[in-house]
């Protein structure tokens, strides 16, 4: 199985300060058609997850463009540009490049 | 707009069965690859199966044999058979849909799965 290693576990940021979470994958996550399947969900507390990037770096509709997502093979990272209070929750990259579909541990984002 | 509802879930004893349902509504639900995904509570997510558009399904190790995924079209309508339930298939259990393949776009909001005597 791929596992998605998620660093840090916990990011006490500064409103308006940026923020960035890291996923490295044991084994690339280039898909036979060429794709990259890593995603990136927020999970707000007591919300169900949603979507804000996938195949590494497109913003899913109705994203605030604060958020970008980045890298490639099997580095990839989560930038918010200006933290807002709107952002606090549990970070989560997950792949769909190969079975089993796998997740990350979470990244949980706090304001200090 | 796209939603999805899932229902059924409850408190059950171990060595029990449920049966998870999830309603789609604002697209067609046998359009796209529908999954289910798990978790426990305080814990991360976990992928438990998957339906492709042609039928075919996929599902987790820790569940093999024990959950199947299916659909009814004519409903719009996911759903997951859940026998021989054990104490760590305890969790909110989630719908989300491959809008295009490789990625979950929608999430429902969630139904939770108590086993425990």
């Known amino acids: 199985d791929i596992v998605l290693t998620q660093t840090p576990l916990s990011s006490p940021v500064t409103l308006g300060q940026p923020a960035s979470i890291s996923c490295r994958s044991s084994?690339?996550?280039?898909?036979?058609?060429?794709?990259?399947?890593l995603s990136w969900l927020q999970q707000r507390p007591g919300q169900p997850p949603r979507l804000l990037i996938y195949?590494?770096?497109i913003r899913f509709s109705g994203v605030p463009d604060r958020f970008s997502g980045s890298g490639a093979g099997t580095d990839f990272t989560l930038q918010i540009s200006r933290v807002e209070a709107e952002d606090v929750g549990v970070y989560h990259c997950?792949?769909?490049?190969?079975?089993?579909?796998?997740f990350g541990q979470g990244t949980k984002l706090e304001i200090k | 707009e796209v939603q999805l509802l899932e229902s059924g879930g409850g408190l059950v004893q171990p060595g029990g069965s449920l049966r998870l349902s999830c309603a789609a509504s604002?697209?067609?639900?046998?359009?796209?690859?529908m999954n289910w995904v798990r978790q426990a509570p305080g814990k991360g997510l976990e992928w438990v199966s998957v339906?492709?558009?042609?039928?075919?399904?996929r599902d987790a190790d820790s569940v093999k044999g024990r959950f199947t995924i299916s659909r009814d079209n004519s409903k719009n309508t996911l759903y997951l058979q859940m026998n021989n339930l054990r104490a760590e298939d305890t969790a909110v259990y989630f719908c989300?849909?491959?809008?295009?393949?490789?990625?979950?776009?929608?999430w429902g909001q969630g139904t939770l799965v108590t086993v425990s005597s």
């Open positions: 989300a849909t491959e809008a295009e393949p490789g990625t979950l776009f929608y």
């Open positions: 339906i492709s558009v042609r039928g075919g399904t």
């Open positions: 195949k590494t770096s």
């Open positions: 997950t792949q769909l490049t190969q079975f089993p579909y796998t």
């Open positions: 604002g697209f067609t639900l046998s359009s796209y690859a």
């Open positions: 084994q690339s996550l280039v898909h036979s058609d060429g794709n990259t399947y």
